[in-house]
Structures are given as structure tokens and as C-alpha cells.
T-cell receptor, first 113, second 111 residues
Framework: QQQVKQSPQSLIVQKGGISIINCAYENTAFDYFPWYQQFPGKGPALLIAIRPDVSEKKEGRFTISFNKSAKQFSLHIMDSQPGDSATYFCAAILTGGGNKLTFGTGTQLKVEL | NAGVTQTPKFRILKIGQSMTLQCTQDMNHNYMYWYRQDPGMGLKLIYYSVGAGITDKGEVPNGYNVSRSTTEDFPLRLELAAPSQTSVYFC??????????FGQGTRLTVV
């Protein structure tokens, strides 16, 4: 049972375009939703995160949109750059329960010139 | 500024062999985790620990064991390696839920 579903599996965007990655979760007890970025040969690193009482969070070119009623959240990368090419994972956490990350299956993003 | 350090980076095991993946962190984090990453599957939690002396199973614990005798170290033990354990293994640590810090991974192949 995949508790966090992520799409698309891969994404190709032109430089300067908008990259959009979507996630849906099942467990309404999740109370923290981070996105992790992973470059080849490296471990994931936190990119941006949101709590469910907020509908949107923006940090530079990265924005999370959160829809609590639909149990969905998405990552938008504005003005996508070749350096953004990486694998992106959404995740969900039930804080207080060991703070364990439940990951989506990942999206491989390629930004072309 | 080491963060989370995993050793080895690469390893080839024969079926039935045993090995220990080492993980150490220098951030004094209470929470530590072991994940495995398989193509198209994301990261799956194997075991986790909320502090020294306390460990618990994650989503895919079969075939693995852990111990946490100190805050810094969280080794993962494979007793009888199987081809299904071919994967990339990541250790992580966190102080709070807000951010987990990952090591660079151990790529394990079982043949």
C-alpha cells in the first residue's frame, strides 16, 4: 500500500519553464509534508516543507501548494534551470511517531536548454 | 562538518554472506533511520531509532537488524544476504521532524 502517491515518474521541462510535481496522501494523521531533492550519487536533501494548516509556501523559485480537503500537495518550480535537474521526492510525516518519513516514489526532472 | 557518514560506499556480497553497514552522525541527533532506495520505488524505511538503546521496525525490516548503543552510531546488519537486498541504503538522522539529514548512501549488490 503506497501511502504517498507521486506523479509524474519523469518530467522534461525547457529552461525557464514551470515544473509541477503532484502528490497525494491517504493518512489524514500526517502533519508535516516535506519535499526532498536528490542529485545522482548523493543522499536526499530537504528542499522545502509545509504544514497542513497552510495552503501555500514559497521559497525562492520553489512553491508548495497544499489542498487539505483533497489530501493533495504539489511542488512548483518556477523558471526551471538545468541545475534543477534531479530526482524529487515528496514525503509525509506523522510527528511524534518517531518522525518517520513516508516517501513518494520520486520524480526524475530534467531541465533542457 | 561531517554530518551523516556511511561506510562503505560500495560493496558486492555473495548470497548468504553477512555484513554491517556503518552509520555515524556528529550532530547529536536523537532520531536515526535506515532507508533503502530501489528504482521507481522511492525510499522505504527499514528500521529507526528514537534514541540510544531504542530501535523499532519500519516498513521493510525482514532480513535486517540494527542496534543503537550510542547516540552517534546506528549500524545496519545483513545476516544472510539475498539478491532482493541489492539496493542503495541511506542512513539519516534528525533532531526534529522538520529536517532529516542523509548520508551519501551505500550501494550494495548481492550476487
Amino acid at each position: 500500500q503506497q501511502q504517498v502517491k507521486q506523479s509524474p515518474q519523469s518530467l522534461i521541462v525547457q529552461k525557464g519553464g514551470i515544473s509541477i510535481i503532484n502528490c497525494a496522501y491517504e493518512n489524514t494523521a500526517f502533519d508535516y509534508f516535506p519535499w526532498y531533492q536528490q542529485f545522482p550519487g548523493k543522499g536526499p536533501a530537504l528542499l522545502i516543507a509545509i504544514r497542513p494548516d497552510v495552503s501555500e509556501k514559497k521559497e525562492g523559485r520553489f512553491t508548495i501548494s497544499f489542498n487539505k480537503s483533497a489530501k493533495q500537495f504539489s511542488l512548483h518550480i518556477m523558471d526551471s534551470q538545468p541545475g534543477d535537474s534531479a530526482t524529487y521526492f515528496c514525503a509525509a510525516i506523522l510527528t511524534g511517531g518517531g518522525n518517520k518519513l513516508t516517501f513518494g516514489t520520486g520524480t526524475q526532472l530534467k531541465v533542457e536548454l | 562538518n561531517a554530518g551523516v557518514t556511511q561506510t562503505p560506499k560500495f560493496r558486492i556480497l555473495k548470497i548468504g554472506q553477512s555484513m554491517t553497514l556503518q552509520c555515524t552522525q556528529d550532530m547529536n541527533h536523537n532520531y536515526m533511520y535506515w532507508y533503502r532506495q530501489d528504482p521507481g520505488m522511492g525510499l522505504k524505511l527499514i528500521y529507526y531509532s528514537v534514541g540510544a538503546g531504542i530501535t523499532d521496525k519500519g516498513e521493510v525490516p525482514n532480513g535486517y537488524n540494527v542496534s543503537r548503543s550510542t547516540t552517534e552510531d546506528f549500524p545496519l546488519r545483513l545476516e544472510l544476504a539475498a539478491p532482493s537486498q541489492t539496493s542503495v541504503y541511506f542512513c539519516a538522522s534528525s533532531y526534529r521532524a522538520t529536517e532529516a539529514f542523509f548520508g551519501q548512501g551505500t550501494r550494495l549488490t548481492v550476487v
